[in-house]
């Protein structure tokens, strides 16, 4: 790899057998050494790389080739950087724990380099992807005209749905347009509003009945409200999951809400929707069948890596009255077959990653029970979690899973939920993460990772309960865990 150009070669850019040999063995070593050490291995601890990250701002490509040893030692400095989302004691966010299978797809798909933005080009590229896209339309229940489209992630996938949604419901007017969320319905979502052209006060929040859910009675007074004043209700928003308490909106109300005033329904399913796969994770997502469009983030439950993102619609016209485009420069491409969609015509990108083969290869090496089986098991371990906590005097345990996320506080004050956060991620193994609910800080531990086992959650319990008898000693009586 670190020569010149070879005597008769095209190219430099292109190795030869031995030398593209010697460095997928190179890289190999590496991924395996990262996997040895993530097995046991903790999500903090290890240092910030501050310098290592000065060297590299100031770096720059040499004119002369590098030793692929010399180059991935770079790479392995970086990686003893940082913090290790994807170890097994992930719990704060909601995890990317990432699979080999798939990275090996990447690395397929990237050399082969396939065009499938239009179906002409490659049509058996397309028709594999548009295969597992029909296997997950098919998994939500919905119908034979329904459409997925692979996307760089639940942001992307919302902006999409939303942009669907606009155009079915209020083409050209979107200053009149109005979008319903609850309190906890992601970022993401009022970004995509934003992005979509819709005025940020005509996003409307809506109230929650118990704290956690989206009322339904309170979108249906709002979307009233705002016909009477001459404005265009579009779509509401419901989450399967929501990403401060894993809460699931009413979705079965919703989908009647949307049905009787005539709206789009969007569910946001990035971190709950493959709980799907289990029994009780279709009970739990029961109305999301209904659904004109849902948001799936594979990279979250399924363990995929970053990047791989899903949108579904009930209807693929719907994407193509607002993303279809023709162009003078594709007249050579030839119709696609009438399975075969054209997904640059279905989504904002032209130019695509061939992202089907990440999700296609670990559902087909693994087969779908191992992902059921690991969401199954992560649900367990919330709530054995939750359990554990519920029955210590000094935890107050503020919401309980409903899939696989838990809230809690240690007696004191706000200032005193951070303090234990740091006591718990003290030894680096596990980490937890904190939001808001009423007002109030709360700790929150969220199972996900395909890794994560009965050792890693019993280690964070210990962890929880040392904080807050720590806490229970310094705390006035007046502010107890269990206080209101």
């Known amino acids: 790899m670190a020569q010149r150009q070879r005597p008769g070669a095209l190219s430099a850019l292109d190795p030869s057998a031995t030398e593209t040999a010697a460095l997928l063995a190179a890289a190999g070593g590496l991924v395996e050494a990262v996997m040895t050490a993530r097995r046991d291995g903790d999500v ?155 005025t940020d006060e005509h996003v409307r929040v809506c109230t929650s009945a118990d704290g956690l859910r989206l009322d339904p009675e309170a979108v249906r007074i709002a979307i009233k409200q705002d016909r009477a004043d001459g404005l265009l209700p579009v779509a509401v928003i419901g989450a399967a999951g929501t990403t401060n308490t894993g809460a699931i909106d009413p979705l079965p109300e919703l989908a009647e809400l949307a049905r009787d005033d005539g709206v789009w329904f969007h569910v946001d399913a990035a971190y709950g929707g493959f709980f799907q796969l289990t029994d009780r994770g279709r009970q739990l997502l029961s109305g999301i069948e209904r659904a004109d469009s849902i948001t799936l983030d594979p990279h979250k439950s399924l363990f995929l890596p970053f990047g791989t993102g899903a949108v579904l619609v009930r209807d693929r016209a719907y994407l193509a009255a607002s993303f279809a485009e023709e162009a003078d420069y594709l007249r050579d491409a030839e119709e696609e077959l009438p399975a ?58 503020v919401s309980t899973p409903e899939l696989s996320i838990l809230t809690f506080r240690v007696p004191g004050d706000d200032a005193a939920q951070d303090r234990a956060l740091d006591r718990i991620h003290a030894d680096g193994h596990v980490r937890l993460s904190s939001t808001v609910l009423d ?38 009586a007046a502010n107890g865990a269990r206080s209101s």
């Open 44 to 198: 903090l601890g290890r240092p910030r790389g501050d310098e290592l990250a000065q060297q590299l701002l100031q770096a720059r490509p040499p004119a002369d080739p590098t030793p692929v040893d010399e180059a991935l030692a770079t790479v392995a400095a970086v990686l003893a950087t940082g913090d290790d989302n994807a170890a097994p004691g992930e719990l704060g966010y909601i995890p990317g724990s990432g699979l080999v299978a798939s990275a090996v797809a990447d690395l397929i798909a990237g050399v082969a380099n396939r065009y499938t933005g239009l179906s002409a080009f490659t049509p058996a590229a397309v028709a594999l992807e548009q295969g597992v896209l029909a296997w997950l339309t098919e998994l939500f229940g919905l119908p034979g005209t329904a459409q997925g489209l692979l996307l760089s992630g639940g942001s992307a996938a919302n902006l999409t749905a939303v942009v669907a949604a606009r155009d079915a419901h209020a083409p050209g007017a979107v200053g009149r347009a109005c979008l319903y969320v609850g309190q906890h319905a992601h970022g993401s979502v009022r970004k995509a509003a934003r992005i979509a052209g819709f």
């Open 340 to 397: 075969l969609p054209d997904f640059g015509s279905l989504g904002p990108e032209l130019t695509r990653q061939w992202r089907g083969l990440r999700l296609w290869l670990p559902l087909l090496l693994h087969g779908t029970d191992a992902f059921a089986a690991a969401l199954d098991r992560a649900l367990d371990l919330a709530r054995w979690a939750a359990r554990e906590l519920a029955e210590d005097d000094h935890v107050e345990v």
């Open 439 to 476: 007002g109030r800080v709360v700790l929150r531990l969220a199972v996900l990772s395909h890794r994560t086992t009965p050792d890693t959650l019993a280690r964070a319990v210990s962890a929880i309960r040392a904080a807050a008898r720590l806490a229970a000693a310094t705390a006035p």
